[in-house]
T-cell receptor, first 120, second 116 residues
Framework: DAGVIQSPRHEVTEMGQEVTLRCKPI?????LFWYRQTMMRGLELLIY????????DSGMPEDRFSAKMPNASFSTLKIQPSEPRDSAVYFC??????????????????FGAGTRLSVL | GNSVTQMEGPVTLSEEAFLTINCTYT??????LFWYVQYPGEGLQLLLK?????DKGSNKGFEATYRKETTSFHLEKGSVQVSDSAVYFC???????????????FGTGTRLTIIP
């Protein structure tokens, strides 16, 4: 499998513009997470989905941020309008729960390479 | 609520030195514990995990033991290499049987630099 794929890798935009970040989770994974990483705040969970349904969006900073998962293989994080303080690296991660005789795969999240967003 | 406290960084060591990165946690019940590593320009990846008290997770020469009595999960490696330079994150989740909760609570990360 190619792993979690995020696009674009880098995004530079001007304040006030709409930004859309994209994520393709690993096939078969039923959880998808969006994180934001900054030097000041570290790694923050923004929202996560289970089977395409948002489960917890308490980390979404404000109404300018929205996330969707229209199907099991695609999710977007949109910022409208963008502000300089939104500059960060945004990560998408996916996971699944699988039980088998030898063990349990749970809470193991696979991260994409991230999108570095710069808002000027 | 759940929380993870990690050793403040950055940490700089010479090659072949012994490494310890401290991690303590606060959680109710029986959390699972993880170490994730982030190499420059990449996303986080799982390094090792432990799901019950006294379990030892190990991978790539790194080890960590789940100590419930001290609520700790310290990361250790006997002889570090330049290629171990990265940011290390301690994390916890709900217990293995809590199938409704896939969230991870991460620490702030510890930046490790190994000098040749």
């Amino acid at each position: 499998d190619a792993g979690v794929i995020q696009s674009p890798r880098h995004e530079v935009t001007e304040m006030g513009q709409e930004v859309t970040l994209r994520c393709k989770p690993i096939s078969g994974h039923d959880y998808l997470f969006w994180y934001r990483q900054t030097m000041m705040r570290g790694l923050e969970l923004l929202i996560y989905f289970n089977n395409n349904v948002p489960i917890d969006d308490s980390g979404m900073p404000e109404d300018r941020f929205s996330a969707k998962m229209p199907n099991a293989s695609f999710s977007t994080l949109k910022i409208q309008p963008s502000e300089p303080r939104d500059s960060a690296v945004y990560f998408c991660a996916s996971s699944w729960v699988q039980r088998w005789e030898q063990g349990l795969a749970k809470n193991i999240q696979y991260f994409g390479a991230g999108t570095r967003l710069s808002v000027l | 609520g759940n929380s993870v406290t990690q050793m403040e960084g950055p940490v700089t060591l010479s090659e072949e030195a012994f490494l310890t990165i401290n991690c303590t946690y606060t959680a109710t019940g029986y959390p699972s514990l993880f170490w994730y590593v982030q190499y420059p320009g990449e996303g986080l990846q799982l390094l090792l995990k432990a799901t019950k008290a006294d379990d030892k997770g190990s991978n790539k020469g790194f080890e960590a033991t789940y100590r419930k009595e001290t609520t700790s999960f310290h990361l250790e490696k006997g002889s570090v290499q330049v290629s171990d330079s990265a940011v290390y994150f301690c994390a916890l989740s709900g217990p293995p049987w809590d199938f409704g909760n896939e969230k991870l609570t991460f620490g702030t990360g510890t930046r490790l630099t190994i000098i040749p």
